[in-house]
């Protein structure tokens, strides 16, 4: 398991093993992490689970793939370190992951 952080808008931490292969999204959903709405399912055709990678982390994820990059036209105050989290894939290099919830979604 992957050791990943969460922080809602409000501050509150939800700390959660991830299982590899699983994408950051799924994992906020299971763990009812407010603020990830997540409406198509992880289909990359929303912007319901924008988050703000940390800035320790930016590197290690990369950017988006063009097709996230075009959904990420429709979300809310959209940063140099935005990302959808259904497009991004918990893995062993991850470990220890921290992204941000904005304080709303498009």
């Known amino acids: ?5 969460i922080i809602a808008f409000d501050g509150t931490r939800y ?33 319901t689970c924008h988050v703000y990678i940390d800035d320790a982390w930016v590197e290690k994820v990369g950017g988006p793939a063009p097709m996230e990059e075009d959904m990420l036209d429709f979300a809310a105050d959209v940063r140099p370190n ?8 918990v893995a062993a290099s991850l470990d220890g992951l921290i992204v941000h919830v904005p304080e709303r979604q498009a």
């Open 1 to 5: 398991m992957t050791k990943l952080t």
């Open 15 to 47: 700390d959660l093993d991830a299982a590899d292969g699983s994408t950051v999204m799924e994992n906020a959903v299971r763990n009812s992490v407010p603020g990830i709405d997540a409406e198509c399912g992880g289909a990359c055709a929303c912007a």
């Open 82 to 89: 935005s990302r959808l989290s259904c497009q991004i894939k």
